[in-house]
């Protein structure tokens, strides 16, 4: 445990680390996130344009 | 070669052919990124200068890397649009401007978490950081042009010819360590030259920038696919496609 604790402390650089691959992360998911919302809205788009008299 | 790259140019080839890649591409994406980030957050030695901070570049010098690399993409799709007239390379800018533009900000963001315990200071106007700032904002400027027109194919020429123009930014960002005297440190990697790390420490960052390379083709045929659906709508393939539920 007291090993963990150390490894999570990264030699006391902790507070630029995490939040450095946090702020990554976040940035790559909602890259993701927002294809997805694109693609419901294309989707619904594509629909309505295909509704047309 | 040139045979294929016109048949990848067209859209419903290219949507078929991107939907069969993207699952292997998802996993593999996975696998590797987060492999190379386990790897370099829990095996890789800490460094005997820096200690434990140098782990930042496991996701900054992919992301640097790969701003650069996105924009000299973009350079030779600028070519395809204006000399080849491949409309589908004009839509592929504009996707891989939002993405380079994250990348950039990911270099600036990352690199920033690391120069503040190293060098003292969150930022310093130094030659390396202002250019690579330089690229986000080229990158604002063609995403600003790109949603300024209504007509989107004649949006996608104006981005082409910025996208040309701001290529100069390139050699500047990669010789900047080297024709100014600079507080940011030389290149880690060169394809020529010997690794300037050991190897405990360089495998984790090939994975990471093969992880995080990956991920980008990933993010742009994902983008593009979307797009290509919007622009084609009045081709048959695409209400054939919206109609069985394939979107």
């Known amino acids: ?53 | 070669m040139w045979k294929l790259l016109y048949q990848f140019a067209s859209p419903k080839i290219f949507y078929n052919l991107s939907g069969r890649v993207i699952p292997w591409l998802a996993v593999s994406t996975l696998l590797i990124l987060g492999g190379g980030m386990c790897w370099g957050l829990l095996f890789a030695p800490p460094d005997y200068q820096q200690g434990d901070a140098f782990r930042i570049i496991y996701v900054h010098v992919p992301s640097a890397f790969l701003s650069m690399a996105i924009y000299a993409w973009m350079g030779f799709l600028a070519v395809l649009l204006l000399v080849w007239r491949i409309k589908m390379a004009g839509m592929l800018l504009t996707m891989c401007a939002q993405l380079g533009a994250c990348m950039a900000f990911l270099a600036l963001a990352t690199g920033s978490m690391w120069g503040k315990p190293m060098w003292g200071t969150w930022w310093v106007w130094d030659a390396r950081l202002t250019s690579e700032l330089i690229l986000l904002f080229l990158y604002g400027a063609i995403l600003a042009t790109a949603s300024a027109y209504q007509n989107k194919e004649q949006g996608d020429k104006m981005v082409a010819i910025l996208t040309l123009v701001g290529l100069v930014d390139l050699p500047i960002i990669h010789y900047s360590v080297y024709w100014w005297n600079t507080l940011h440190q030389g290149s880690t990697l060169s394809v020529f030259a010997k690794p300037k790390i050991h190897a405990s420490m360089l495998y984790p960052l090939l994975m990471t920038l093969l992880g995080l390379s990956l991920y980008c083709v990933l993010v742009i045929l994902l983008k593009a696919r979307n797009e290509l659906l919007l622009r084609e709508r009045r081709q048959s393939w695409v209400r054939v496609l919206v109609e069985e539920g394939g979107v």
């Open chain 1, 1 to 53: 445990m007291n090993q963990f604790w150390q490894w999570l402390a990264m030699g006391g650089y902790s507070i630029y680390i995490w939040p450095a691959y946090g702020l990554v992360c976040v940035v790559l998911v909602m890259n993701l996130l927002g294809i997805k919302w694109q693609g419901i809205r294309t989707r619904k788009k594509l629909q309505q344009w295909f509704k047309r008299p």
